[in-house]
Structures are given as C-alpha cells and as structure tokens.
C-alpha cells in the first residue's frame, strides 16, 4: 500500500518513487503547492472589537459562526478558523523627547551621547543581524511587564516581530531622531508595537496574584496596558543604547548581576547598592566578595548603632589581593571623613592612586606584598611536626599586620600627636575613635584617610585573631601586635630618648613584626603543643630575628631616608662618628655581640619548642634578611 506524502500534486510530471529508509514503504513525493482552479484560497479577515479582554476566544467564536455563511456565498470547504496575534489596528506607541544638553552621561557631553545613538539606531536600521538584538532587548522589558500582569507574552512577542518586518525586511521597532524644539535640540525616540492584551476575562480575574498585579497599576485599562508595556519598552531600548555608546554593556549587565549576588549574600536593602558598587568597581562580583564585604562592613559598624542614620556618604574600601599558595584576598571596610569614598586596591593590574602612595608608600605594591610573602614562605616554624592547612588564615593575619604597621608609620610622618591620640581611643575601646579628627584645625587628607582606614584594620584584625581557639594564642597574638603599634608611637623622638645602642634596637626592632608572623604560624601546629613555655620561646625568638633584621635593613638603607629613624645613624651620632669605609663593619661588629648573646639564650631555652630545629631556623632566616637587604657584601669585608 503506497502512503502520500506533500499536500498537492504540483503537476503529472513532478511525482518520484521514493523509499522510506525506516519501513521500506515505496511513497511518492506529490510536489509543492501551486494555485491552481481547484485549490484557490479566500482568505478573510475578520475586524472584532473586544474591548477590554484579549479576545481570542471571542474572536474563534465569532470566525467559526461566520465560516457557514462564507461558504455559501464562495463555496468549497472551510479550512483554519482561528485567531491572529498580528493585530495592527490595536497598538500603542510611547515617545520621548530630551533636550540634547541633559543627556550627558559617564563623562560624555549630551551632544556625543546623542550622536552615538543615533549611530546605533543606524546600524540596527541597516543589518538586521543587528535589529533582532536590538529588538530582543525591547521585549526584555515589555515581557517582564506581560509576565507579571498575566498577558500573552508570546503573542506580544511574535506581533511586535511581524510588525518589525512591515516595510519588507527586519527593522528595529524604535526610531531616533534629531528635532529642534524651540532654541533647543532635543533627542525624540518613539515606539510603536501591536499590543494583543487584555484587562477582562480569563485568569486575570481569578487569579490571585494577577489580580493584586494589576491593583498595583490601579487597574489600568488595555490602553493605558499597551501605553505601558511600549514606554518601557522604549525606555529599556534607551538605556542599553546609552549603556552601549558609553560604558559598554557589560559593565551594566555587571551591576545588576552584582546586585543580584549582594542580595543572594544576605545583603539588608539599605546595603545592596553599596555592595553591588563595591564589587563592580574592583571587577569581583562573586557570592565570596559580597560576603565578605558585609562582614567587614558589620566589624565597622559594631558599636556605632548611628552609623545607618547619620552616614551620608558611602563607605570607603581596601582591596588587598594577590596569588601565593592559595589565593589572598581582604576586603575592608572603612568610614568616609570626607565628601565621598575612597577607594583603595592593591592588585595586579590596578594602578595606585596618589593617596594609595601616600598612606603605604610610593613601593608598597601587589609585587612588592607577594616579594614579601614569598621570603616569609621561605621560613616554617613548624618544621619538625605535621602542619595543618590553615594557610589562608595566616597570610589574612600576616597582611592586615604589615599594612597596620605600614599605615601607622606613614600617620606618625604626617601627624604624630594625632596618631598618638587615634592609638588611644583605640585600646581604650572609644566609641567614636574618630571622632576629634573633625574638632582638629587642621589635618592632611592622608591622615583624615588613614584613620579611618587604621580604625577598621584594626577592628577586622582583632576579630580575625578572636577566632584562634587556643585562647593562650591569641591573646598573645593580640598583646605582640599592640606591642608593635606602641614601639611605634615610641619611635617618636627615640633619637633623643635612647640612652644607647641596645636600647634603641629594642624598640626600633619591633616595627619589623616578626614575632607576629611566628605566632600566627602556630596556627598550624598541634594545639597540645602550644605551652606558655613554647610561647616564651617564640617570642624571644621573634625579639632576635627583628633586631637583625633592622639592623640589616639600617646599614642597607641608612643614607636613603633622614626622616626615618636608623640604628646605624643612631650609632653614629651617639659614637660622635662619620660614616666612612670603616664604621660600618663596627657597626656590624658591634651588633655581632648584642645578637650573639640572644642567639646563645634562645639555644638554651629551645626544648620548649619540640617542633622547631632553631638552629637550622636561625641560619637560613639570617641568609634570607641578609640577601634581601643586600649587605653580603658588607657582611663579607667585615670577615663574618
């Protein structure tokens, strides 16, 4: 039995044997469609007025009452009685029209944003490749309108594209165009679309939610509908066009997806804009970022509860990042002094601005962090028993220290008695720690920046450190770091205060922090371990490895900076000396004695630390500063 396949048979000639490959069934292919005597079409349209319902029920009622009537009057048989979604007599159109001079947008003159979009209304207007995206982002909006007040999406969607192609080939939906409006040039765009909606009948009225839907609208009618769904359309056309000549896309696809994550993260509403802003200017836009954002956001905010009510500007940020053996990533946090934020990043790729350079130094830089790190890499406490991982925690502490340490030097340069003050309100837990700077006369932006910066570092350390669960450790954590952030506040006149070399060392030593990084090494070591005993040991350890390391650094750098404070001029001027090729090896000769009485004690007292090989640690660390510093030379014509 042979099956037919095609609808009619286009001439005697065209008909071919074929097989079907699955039954082995001969068919005949019976041609295209051709018009012929016995297959005329009347097509019909019929024009109904629904009113306020989408009408297509009304309307294939009406078609199918009518079809009998037709029939008798041309004869033959009926065929599809059926509603159209191309409804060109019910339309609605929106215009705008913006003086050319207020459209100025991220930096672009009004007359240059309105150029380009017209540019882009040119290309659309030209290559439909163009045009159907163009129009896709239309619909972006008029379909979210449709959706949420129950319409037919997909008949708004497939009229508005037939109606693109009305003149014989795919154009956009919206038209640009320059006017003059009085003395004034003015950008006009308008949309016009087909809009098969409805207001009456069906879900609409039943439905719940469309019900409440359409009461937020005051329940509009299907025009008032249809002047909506094309304003906005028109508007979201305008919007992505102007984000396109301008800032590109992207970027605004950025935000609101940053949005959505800030949201995602638990961000409260008052603090989704600023969480989203945040992770787009640093081009982190991750659920991790938002996170912690909203934490360090919480530490500086703690005690504050007037922070909401009273911040008129946004927060400034830090964003410290960097690739070491895991990924090292802060996020801080910090209280606007000014009129508005500063935003801060070390960062490949991203160039320090000049307050950057001012509150760390001119090259305190994500390469030189990771040169840092990588020497501290270099030296492992726990070189005798098992570690855990606990590596992004300590390089989290490591960091916050050195950049509280960098900080608090640059503030004492810039305004001594001022850091002195913001040190106290600190360790005595002042409410409003930051509070005098505003009664101050006076005082550098770079301090005004670097308070509040220091407030919340300090604030994000302290938290950070409270998570150690061996409480001996951290509470020495705690007390070392405050040991380094008063040796600083030392350091100020220590030249003239110092009664000689020994002393000026002990509290010179201590702005190189190495007793902190050795304490938050402990971290991985085996809690039954850690004795008070132990600790003692780390911190004598810590006391010698910062006295050569500045000792190091001083005979390195000592006619580099006059400002700062240095152990080797120091002892040139307390010795009544002159640098010349001979005084720095007695210097070092000198330094040899204070460093080998505290070397012989540490080798007495190592039992206390069962996981650690001192002596190994001594030498390979005294290298390391060495070579870093670049004094071999020194060191070698000095014969040690």
Known sequence: KKQYFGIYKKDANSAVEVTDKQNTTPVRYLGDIKPTESNVMVIVHVHVDVCESMGANTVNTVVEGVAPKLIELVGGRTGLRIVTNFCVERRAKASFRVPVSKLAYKNMKGEEVALRILEGYALANEDPYRAVTHNKGIMNGIDAVSIALGQDFRAIESGAHAWATRNGRYQPLTEYRLIEEGDELCLEGTLELPTPIGVRGGAIQSHPTMQYTHALMNNPSCTTLGEVLAMVGLTQNFAALRAMVSEGIQRGHMSLHARNIAIQAGAPPILVPEVAAYMVEHRKIALAVASEYLKAHSIMTDGRTSFYTQQMVLPSTLLVEFEMEVPVSINIVFESLGDKPVHLAIQQGRKPQDIQHQLFGPDKDVNWFKQIFSLLGKLQVANKAPRRSNLIWQYKVKVLSVLLNLLL???????????????????????????????????????????????????????????????????????????????????????????????????????????????????????????????????????????????????????????????????????????DKDTPEQFINLTKILLQEKKDKLLQDSSAAPFFDTSLFIQETSDVVQQYYEIMEIMLQAKL
């Not at 020495?476 to 000689?500: C, F, H, Y």
């Not at 650094?553 to 040139?572: M, P, T």
Request: proline letters at 3%; a neutral charge; glycine letters at 2%.
């Open 409 to 579: 030097f640059r503030l004492i340069e810039e305004e001594p008695l001022a850091s002195r003050q913001l040190v106290q309100n600190l360790l005595f837990a002042h409410l409003e720690p930051l509070l005098f700077i505003k009664q101050l006369p006076s005082v550098k932006e770079a301090f005004v920046v670097g308070a509040s910066l220091f407030t919340a570092i300090f604030s994000v350390m302290k938290h950070e450190v409270d998570q150690i669960s061996v409480r001996i450790l951290s509470n020495a954590l705690k007390e070392e770091q405050l040991r380094v952030i008063s040796s600083a506040l030392n350091m100020i006149g220590l030249e003239e205060t110092a009664k000689d070399l020994e002393q000026f060392l002990s509290v010179h030593s201590r702005r190189y922090q190495v007793t902190v990084f050795l304490l938050c090494d402990l971290i991985s070591v085996n809690p039954n371990l850690i004795t008070p005993a132990s600790l003692r040991f780390m911190l004598l350890l810590g006391n010698y490895l910062e006295m050569e390391g500045v000792i190091c650094h001083d005979l390195a750098s000592w006619n580099k900076n006059i400002r700062s404070n240095n152990a080797y001029q120091f002892w040139l001027k307390k010795s009544n000396k002159v640098h």
